[in-house]
């Protein structure tokens, strides 16, 4: 099966087209227009014309692809307006002189006007004071889309980029092929005019679409990487202005340059928006096609969250393979079997973790991240405790729970009095029903706070809040032999004990599963999602602290991943803070500059680079700063993890708006 297609006639320029992602300080910003009359430490300020091919008519239909932010692109780059510039890196060298010495000028491109499909744009550069074009023959060739050019008149393409901070935008690399640069002097007159042979911009490379398809899908799909290993393609490398070859085409081109093989992690980062429920999105992004007959394999991985230098890289949500045929250079190329988007389901997206061996200070929040209602009778959540006595990792965990209890509780099983909420009724739903984007929270009384309840119902995401018991049996007998025995036995699948072996401390392992409705109980039933729950022989250890799901992280994992980049970040314990948020905190760009690095909780409703000083204003940011800790580690007491608090703090991720972080907590169709 041809599982590649070719889309359209030969893409002709980068300019219009482009992948995008979240650092600003990879999109070059544009140089100074300098006039051609002046003069700078012997260098002339000269000016000459260029020409940029246009894209070709069949192929606009990549403009649907468009972000804006701000009333700008942000990553995918189409058109420009006159007046608009571009960063340009030019190489001269004396014709003749293949020995000699390159001179590079960083310089500017400014666009004057549209001629058909064409532009029309004038270069700006400080010409090598060493280099006359009156005096000498010399070559000249440039590249914009690129990072620099070498000594040896390598332009650079550096990888992963991001162009999605603040609407900037970037332009595929482009290069023009060594050219002479002619001058030509008006008698009489001082005036000079510059001009080449032949300066006419080409796009360098291809571009590759995968569709993703959510038309059977139940939630909103983010991704904002993907991640690949072929001998089929490279990302990363260097143009040789210099040194040409003939391309599959016939064509003359460039040699590229990469360290880049088949068995390279290739990533590239983007926001080229998302791909709605009960629609298709592609996602294009720029390489460079390798030379060879026949097919080659190409994973490719999706992930909603990107690879970091320090924290590493994160699950994959869709992985798949395809058989690659040959790739064109100056082609666009759109893989044609479309790739399902992942399902959602249930998620535990924050848990709170007391002190004390008994483990019964917790509380958990359980999120419905998808667009279609969930019915908590269906779910249940599981304990599994440490065997102490296990001296190997098949005898740690039992293979079947310990406790379990369903998520849907009945009444009689909650802890006495008016600590908890059921907003079902006033929602018109039925009991148990958990709409799409809210929240229920279990906790126990251990972790109650002051106005606690006054704080959650006036949170909207939250639409359950039920309280259950954390005594001991000998504590609640003032409620009945019988009926404290039901209570305790409900709420033990809730805690998460300490089990003391070897000097050290491990925890209960939790997941939640889901029942069919014609399943009994005890049957067999499917995991959904985990909480310290792995099956790489690791024990569970985590410390007194309260943990959160990351931002854009809304896909169940029937293991939780142990790394850095793991979905879940912690902090220090504070009870109550944050339940009933997908996620509490936003990225806000006025306080990158500022203690709090970027980070914004939802309810410090002040504005602009000052931050509250009071922790309950803040959201404890300082006090007690959010962080992403290795939880393979061997010890993961709480006192060892300080020191990780400052080497590994996180903040969200700049797409995490506000916007974004509010309507996490609004089901389709509700009012912000």
Same mark, same amino acid.
């Given at each position: 099966m041809n599982l590649l297609r070719i889309c359209g006639a030969t893409l002709l320029i980068a300019m219009v087209v482009g992948v995008s992602a979240c650092k600003s300080e990879e999109a070059p910003a544009p140089t100074p227009t300098p006039s051609a009359s002046e003069e700078t430490a012997g260098e002339k300020k000269i000016s000459f014309t260029a020409n940029i091919e246009g894209l070709p008519d069949d192929d606009l239909r990549l403009m649907v692809q468009d972000t804006m932010v701000g009333n700008k692109h942000a990553g995918l780059k189409f058109t420009w307006k006159p007046g608009e510039t571009e960063v340009l890196w030019i190489a001269f060298k004396k014709e003749g002189d293949p020995q000699g010495k390159l001179e590079v000028r960083k310089s500017s491109l400014t666009i004057l006007e549209k001629e058909g499909k064409h532009y029309k744009a004038r270069v700006d550069v400080n010409a090598p004071a060493s280099l006359d074009a009156e005096k000498h023959q010399l070559i000249i060739a440039g590249a914009i889309g690129v990072? !620099?050019?070498?000594?040896?008149?390598? +332009?650079?393409?550096?990888?992963?980029?991001?162009?999605? &901070?603040?609407?900037?935008?970037?332009?595929?690399?482009?290069?023009?092929?060594?050219?002479?640069?002619?001058?030509?002097?008006?008698?009489?007159? *001082?005036?000079?005019?510059?001009? +080449? &042979? &032949?300066?006419?911009?080409?796009?360098?490379?291809?571009?590759?679409?995968?569709?993703i398809d959510n038309t059977q899908g139940n939630m909103l799909y983010s991704p904002h990487e993907v991640t690949f290993k072929t001998g089929a393609l490279t990302t990363i490398g260097s143009i040789n202005l210099f040194d040409y070859e003939v391309g599959s085409n016939g064509q003359s081109l460039p040699k590229w340059t990469t360290t880049q093989d088949a068995t390279t992690t290739q990533r590239v980062y983007f926001e080229q928006g998302d791909v709605a429920r009960g629609t298709k999105r592609t996602y294009y992004f720029w390489v460079v096609p390798s030379k060879f007959d026949g097919r080659r394999e190409m994973t490719m991985e999706f992930r909603t969250d990107a690879y970091d230098q320090e924290l590493g890289e994160t699950a994959d949500e869709i992985s798949t393979k395809?058989?690659?045929?040959?790739?064109?250079?100056?082609? @666009?190329? *759109?893989?044609?079997?479309?790739?399902?988007?992942?399902?959602?389901?249930?998620?535990?997206?924050?848990?709170?973790?007391?002190? !004390?061996?008994?483990?019964?200070?917790?509380?958990?929040?359980?999120?419905?991240?998808?667009? @279609?209602?969930?019915?908590?009778?269906?779910?249940?959540?599981?304990?599994? &405790?440490?065997?102490?006595?296990?001296?190997?990792?098949?005898?740690?965990?039992?293979?079947?729970?310990?406790?379990?209890?369903?998520?849907?509780?009945? +009444?009689?099983?909650?802890?006495?009095?008016?600590?908890?909420?059921?907003?079902? *009724?006033?929602? !018109?739903?039925?009991?148990?029903?958990?709409?799409?984007?809210?929240?229920? @929270?279990?906790?126990?009384?251990?972790?109650?706070?002051?106005?606690?309840?006054?704080?959650?119902?006036?949170?909207?995401?939250?639409?359950?809040?039920?309280?259950? @018991?954390?005594?001991?049996?000998?504590?609640?007998?003032?409620?009945? *032999?019988?009926?404290?025995?039901?209570?305790?036995?409900?709420?033990?699948?809730?805690?998460?004990?300490?089990?003391?072996?070897? !000097?050290k401390q491990y925890r209960s392992r939790h997941r939640i599963v889901r029942k069919g409705a014609d399943t009994r109980w005890g049957r067999s039933s499917i995991p959904v999602d985990a909480f310290f729950w792995y099956s790489n022989g690791i024990r569970a250890q985590y410390p007194t602290a309260s943990f959160f799901r990351k931002p854009g992280r809304d896909l169940p994992r029937t293991e939780m991943q142990i790394n850095h980049n793991s979905d879940w970040v912690m902090r220090h314990r504070y009870e109550a803070l944050d339940w009933g948020y997908r996620f509490s905190y936003y990225f806000d760009r006025n306080r990158v500059n500022t203690p709090a690095l970027g980070i914004h909780w939802m309810e410090d409703n002040s504005t602009g680079s000052t931050v509250p000083t009071l922790p309950k204003d803040n959201g404890y940011i300082y006090k007690r700063p959010i962080f992403a800790p290795d939880y393979s580690k061997d010890d993961m007491s709480f006192d060892e993890l300080k020191e990780q608090a400052n080497l590994y703090k996180y903040i969200p991720p700049m797409w995490w708006t506000k916007e974004r972080a509010q309507k996490a907590d609004k089901k389709p169709g509700e009012n912000p």
């Open positions: 990072s !620099g050019i070498d000594a040896a008149g390598g +332009a650079s393409v550096p990888g992963p980029r991001h162009f999605y &901070d603040n609407g900037q935008s970037y332009s595929l690399p482009m290069y023009f092929a060594p050219t002479k640069l002619r001058v030509k002097v008006t008698p009489g007159s *001082r005036d000079r005019e510059y001009y +080449a &042979d &032949d300066l006419t911009f080409h796009f360098y490379g291809a571009m590759v679409g995968a569709t395809w058989g690659v045929k040959q790739l064109a250079m100056g082609k @666009v190329h *759109r893989f044609q079997t479309a790739i399902p988007a992942p399902k959602g389901d249930l998620i535990i997206t924050e848990v709170f973790i007391g002190g !004390g061996d008994y483990g019964a200070a917790t509380a958990w929040e359980f999120y419905n991240p998808t667009d @279609v209602e969930i019915n908590l009778k269906d779910y249940y959540i599981q304990r599994f &405790d440490y065997n102490t006595k296990g001296n190997s990792a098949s005898t740690w965990y039992p293979s079947s729970p310990t406790y379990e209890s369903s998520l849907l509780p009945n +009444a009689a099983l909650l802890k006495n009095g008016p600590n908890s909420l059921d907003k079902s *009724r006033q929602l !018109g739903l039925k009991r148990g029903i958990l709409p799409p984007h809210k929240s229920a @929270v279990f906790y126990t009384a251990s972790v109650e706070n002051k106005d606690m309840m006054k704080t959650f119902e006036r949170r909207t995401g939250l639409v359950y809040l039920f309280n259950i @018991v954390s005594e001991t049996f000998r504590d609640l007998l003032t409620d009945g *032999r019988e009926r404290s025995e039901q209570k305790l036995e409900y709420a033990q699948a809730f805690f998460a004990p300490r089990f003391h072996s070897g !000097g």
